[in-house]
């Protein structure tokens, strides 16, 4: 069993950083990080893979978030530059099984997660 803790979130001016982080109780394979939006369904922001050459990001935020791990410390982040009030939403922290990569977390619908973080609440206000 694995937990994920997340932390880092906040209230952000629209342009702002933010930079989230996902602390794992144990070894994770790859990472993932989703967010749901009010009367939205979650959705994935980004993925990646235990080696963290593989990272897959959906299309809003490209170029403005950035995912990247320390395997030493069993920590996935998220760094979130340029804002804007679209991004404001609940941030989970995801790791699947075995045999799961980055790439099945960012276009498998629902995505193969098997532990999730408590999620951490992002407001960007404009």
């Known amino acids: 069993q694995v937990q994920l803790v997340e932390s880092g979130g906040g209230l952000v001016q629209a342009g702002g950083s933010l930079r989230l982080s996902c602390a794992a109780s144990?070894?994770?394979?790859?990472m993932g990080w989703f967010r749901q939006a009010p009367g939205k369904e979650r959705e994935f922001v980004a993925t990646?893979?235990?080696?963290?050459?593989?990272?897959y990001y959906t299309d809003s935020v490209k170029g403005r978030f950035t995912i990247s791990r320390d395997n030493a410390k069993n920590t996935a982040y998220l760094q979130m530059n340029s804002l804007k009030p679209e991004d404001t939403a609940v941030y989970y922290c995801?790791?699947?099984?075995?045999?799961?990569?980055?790439?099945?977390?960012?276009?498998?619908?629902?995505?193969?997660?098997?532990?999730w973080g408590q999620g951490t609440q992002v407001t960007v206000s404009s």
């Open positions: 995801a790791a699947p099984g075995l045999g799961i990569t980055a790439r099945m977390m960012s276009n498998m619908k629902p995505p193969p997660v098997h532990y």
């Open positions: 144990g070894r994770t394979y790859a």
């Open positions: 990646i893979s235990s080696s963290a050459i593989d990272i």
